[in-house]
């Protein structure tokens, strides 16, 4: 008897994975340089309302590893406008600011991953997958974006990666926004 031959599933050449590689690579690069350039301006997409506070963490969540100001516009746009709706621009921003990590992660191995911390983080995102995402999301956290590093090396699919991010940045930006609603109205109340 004759055995059908295995299915095998054609994989890319390796020039075009490492094109898709270094493509992302540049990306990232792009995003993080572009967002530290304006820095110093970002504040001024807060009078758009709650798409501008989308647009102001998705810019200083999209740099890797080189901070730029969000949640102090998150804490201060609270006292103006209503404070879940200005959590839940910052969180979806936050999320698909956080890509930028992704990206650089699937971009191949990271330059980082001889740092202990990075190699904690990795270890944690592929024990606990999506709910260690989550939980490094939801806390302040300098370094979050080797999370998204890891998980862009742990080819983890992009839309749980976000699944996982959005609620954890919605948490925190939740405790941000009412501190800074409580805040900013008891000092002008």
């Known amino acids: 008897m004759d055995k059908a031959p295995a299915s095998v599933t ?10 898709s590689r270094l493509l992302a690579l540049l990306i990232v690069v792009g995003v993080t340089v ?8 970002i504040e001024n997409f807060a009078v758009y309302g709650y798409p501008g506070i989308f647009l102001i963490t998705l810019l200083s969540y999209a740099t890797v590893l080189i901070p730029v100001p969000g949640l102090a516009i998150v804490f201060a746009m609270s006292g103006l406008l ?5 959590a839940a621009a910052a969180a979806a921003g936050a999320a698909v600011g956080e890509l930028s990590g992704y990206l650089a ?9 001889n740092w202990k911390r990075y190699e904690a983080i990795t270890s944690w995102v592929r024990k606990y997958g999506g709910p260690a995402i989550l939980v490094l999301a939801a806390i302040p956290n300098p370094v979050f974006d080797l999370v998204g590093v890891a998980a ?9 990666f976000l699944l996982w991010v959005f609620p954890g940045q919605l948490i925190k930006m939740l405790v941000i926004a009412y501190g800074g609603s409580l805040s900013i109205g008891r000092i002008l109340g």
């Open 10 to 19: 054609p994989q890319k050449p390796n020039w075009l994975v490492g094109l």
């Open 152 to 160: 862009g090396v742990l080819k983890m699919p992009v839309h749980k």
């Open 34 to 41: 572009g967002a530290y350039l304006l820095k110093d301006r």
């Open 105 to 113: 992660g699937y971009s191949g191995r990271a330059v980082i991953e």
């Open 82 to 86: 209503h404070p879940v709706g200005v």
